[in-house]
């Protein structure tokens, strides 16, 4: 008999070639199953509510996983960071019904993008924020992000080449709230294309820095063209804050 | 003729030694003066308001030195951050007398010592922040704080062994600031002993989980006992805030 368990795991980006499983680097994925089979013998593989990207962090990405161990459901967790590595930790486990599946029953994601506004790099933030400089406007941020509310053709605002079959996608809220020199992006859909919330953020900054206008929101979300958005910006402001089913 | 620079330096303690040089390992002081170097080619004396620890970060580090380079002093660390390394930037700098030594003549210096609640270790937050569990009490530990303010002998707050010519020191104010999970203790003092606000926050956790009582810090006051207090909490924790003049 085996059991499905839900983990919800937290990591720092930084130590992991992302989420899926590599030939070359420690990924997030393997590092767990790796701890799996070191607590129970099991090589079972562990899906998770989806890929992160190199980079990116995690407070609340929530996996799945099939075990014919005797551990109980609610305390695996605890078990699982006795053998996890540095970086990545479970925060919580638990029993889930064997129709669940961390990726294929995900019904609402959120990811965070953390700015500092700041004329010098500060040793501090760098880790997990990404510096802007120059004057931006909160209250115009807040504004555009309002347009991408709602249900969308997002193909302006996915990494081109991505093989996706639909790029229509529905965000929930997207949240701007600036506190002294940090800023924090969150972003709630149904699910992301390749790069959107990092597409996002970039577009906001250039929308807070008065680069593009909100005509260029509303174009690229008509047109589907990139070009008329801000950069892609880094993997390391970007976290993975929970995911609902 | 040579200018006299004061630059507020910020740092992630992780990548160092601790401030002063040292033979193995790679100090703060040794990264700025080196920078100095490369950018001006003399070798000077950079004089820290004090030493921080390894694994110490700041955010407003204060240090000095003098040059006889023909950089404007208040750009002089724009032109330090291009040849500083990862970890270390310097955030101002300007031209003070000839009297101003950011040892000798600092008043007052506030450190921060941060702490978050978790049964689990959260690796977002294990960087820059010590974990505690259990039942916390924020305002016992406010309630003790109160207590060393003002001037004391801080004896039984320093590491054994350190020696200095008093254990006299004045504190001018403590704050205890919980926010969810997070518990942040800043400390202003006139000076500090070895580990004085890693052995105050230690303390604090104590009272805050009822481990010891406020006539224990009396008690500690009063005799200069050690044991009376809890442990030294982690240097990652702590943060040198800013100091004085």
Known sequence: MSTRIKLTLSYDGTSFCGWQK??????????????????????????????????????????????????????????????????VKALSSEKVSDDFNANRTAKRKTYEYSLYISDVEEPLKERYMTRVYGDIDELKMRSAAKILEGEH?????????????????????????????????SVCGNGFLYNMVRI?????????????????????????DRTLLGETLPAKGLCLLSVEY
Chains 1, 2 share one sequence.
């Not at 996002?200 to 589907?224: F, H, Q, Y």
């Open 153 to 185: 053709d997002f193909k302006a605002f996915s990494a081109t080449g991505s093989s996706v079959k639909t790029t229509v996608r529905k965000v929930y809220g997207i949240d701007v709230c600036q506190s002294g020199e940090d800023i924090k992006i």
């Open 200 to 224: 996002i953020a970039g577009a906001l900054v250039k929308i807070g820095k008065g680069e593009i206008t909100e005509s260029d929101i509303l174009k690229a979300l008509k047109t589907g």
């Open 22 to 87: 590599q030939k070359n680097g420690v990924s997030v994925q393997g590092a767990v199953e790796d701890a799996i089979f070191a607590l129970t013998g099991e090589r079972v593989s562990v899906i998770g509510s989806g890929r992160t990207d190199a980079g990116v962090h995690a407070k609340g990405q929530v996996a799945s996983f099939d075990t014919g161990a005797n551990i109980p459901p609610d305390k695996f967790y605890k078990a699982l960071n006795t053998v996890l590595p540095d970086g």
